[in-house]
Every structure is written in C-alpha cells, then in structure tokens.
C-alpha cells in the first residue's frame, strides 16, 4: 500500500469561526484519535506550506481588477503571471491582450 500522508501545523488551530464544524477543538479531537489508535504513526507528515496561486487565480484576479479599473493591481498581477507561469495558457492571452 502507497504511504498516506497528512499536513498539519499548530497554526491550524487559530481557524475559529464560531459555529463551524471547523474548529480547534475538532482539529484537536482528530489528532489525539490518530495518535491514541496507531494510526498517527503510519502516517507520513507532510510539511505545511504557503498557498501560491495558480495560473487561473492569478488571471481570474488580473480580470477582476482590470474591471474595476485598479492598473497598478492588474499590473502586478500580470508580473506575477508571466514570471511564475510563462507558458500557460493565460500568460499566452494576457500576452496576446485577450482578457475575454
């Protein structure tokens, strides 16, 4: 059987939206029956990172603040685009002035 792994960081904790089914303290209750039943162990930790945004949140961003007529945001925007993902799809329409 391929190894399963999980991502966990402390800072998960501090996600309170009261009322939600998200909770510290169900974070809490997951992580003590992992590690109380085994499982905990044969499970292989995955190092939390930062979230980057993809090619299409970056255009779909780009798109939204050209409407609102934000430049330095849409130029910003498209920066990151083209040096993060030179060869997608949108880098290629932004290139080619195809907002639509």
Request: no cysteine.
């Amino acid at each position: 059987m391929p190894p399963v792994g999980y991502v966990y960081d402390p800072l998960y904790l501090e996600h309170e939206m009261p009322g939600h089914p998200e909770s510290p303290a169900r974070l809490r209750a997951i992580m003590a029956h992992l590690e109380e039943s085994g499982v905990l162990a044969r499970l292989t930790a995955i190092e939390p990172r930062d979230a980057t945004p993809g090619a299409e949140i970056l255009w779909l961003a780009l798109r939204v603040e050209r409407g609102l007529g934000d430049r330095n945001a849409e130029a910003s925007l498209g920066f990151q685009l083209r040096r993060n993902f030179p060869d997608s799809r949108e880098a290629r329409a932004l290139m080619a002035g195809q907002y639509e």
